[in-house]
């Protein structure tokens, strides 16, 4: 019930290509679903995040779509840059609670110049 | 405005020993979580304070592991009596929790190294 799954592990695009990042969910009572950049070395960062009120939110480059019914949304990113290059995480959480994420494992995105 | 602050950033100890690991959330907030990273996975949650309360600790291990988070001074995640498999990078994320914003903002983790 807990569980957040993401796919693919990993992604290979061409620079100006669209990367998609898939993630599924299990517990329909998440209401809250973020996404995170993470680099070599470095802490995860906050990228764009989405509440299940709403199907799809954009902000610049980066799109996240929502199907609830489904219970799986998914991250866009939109002519992709060597500098995207990095590992992309999904997660959930339940607000109204202690808030803690539940997190997939990761998708190690390479964009190729 | 600083962003969250983690130190050390990289830990080794040796097994047996005890690891203090502290981190310093961004101005203004008062919520601290801790998630720790083995190689290869995503983040898991271990624990999640306010100012002098751990609020939920469903994630730390039973033994070994303690945090706190005083009303002075940063949050600590201590880990006694450290062994091999205690080797991961250990997160600390804050929130300010307000209004409708629940974020969690992460720092950059410090990286510990069981010998």
């Known amino acids: 019930q807990q569980q957040v799954k993401q796919s693919p592990q990993s992604l290979i695009v061409q620079k100006g290509g669209i990367s998609i990042i898939n993630c599924a969910y299990e517990?329909?009572?998440?209401?809250?679903f973020p996404w995170y950049q993470q680099f070599p070395g470095k802490g995860p960062a906050l990228l764009i995040a989405i509440r299940p009120d709403v199907s799809e939110k954009k902000e610049g480059r980066f799109t996240i779509s929502f199907n609830k019914s489904a219970k799986q949304f998914s991250l866009h990113i939109m002519d992709s840059q060597p500098g995207d290059s990095a590992t992309y995480f999904c997660?959930?959480?339940?607000?109204?609670?202690?808030?803690?994420?539940?997190f997939g494992k990761g998708m190690k995105l390479t964009v190729n110049p | 405005n600083a962003g969250v602050m983690q130190n050390p950033r990289h830990l080794v100890r040796r097994r047996g020993q005890e690891a203090r690991l502290r981190c310093s959330p961004m101005k203004g907030h008062s919520h601290v979580y801790w998630y720790r990273q083995l190689p290869e996975e995503g983040l898991k949650f271990m624990v999640y304070l306010q100012k002098e309360n751990i609020i939920d600790e469903s994630g730390m291990p039973k033994e070994r592991f303690s945090a706190e988070f005083p009303k002075e001074g940063p949050s600590i995640l201590r880990i006694q009596q450290v062994v091999r498999g205690d080797s991961a990078a250990y997160f600390c994320?804050?929130?300010?929790?307000?209004?409708?914003?629940?974020?969690?903002?992460f720092g950059p983790g410090t990286r510990l190294t069981v010998t």
């Open positions: 997660a959930a959480s339940l607000q109204g609670g202690s808030e803690k994420l539940v």
């Open positions: 994320a804050s929130s300010p929790k307000t209004g409708s914003s629940y974020e969690q903002y």
């Open positions: 517990n329909t009572a998440f209401d809250y």
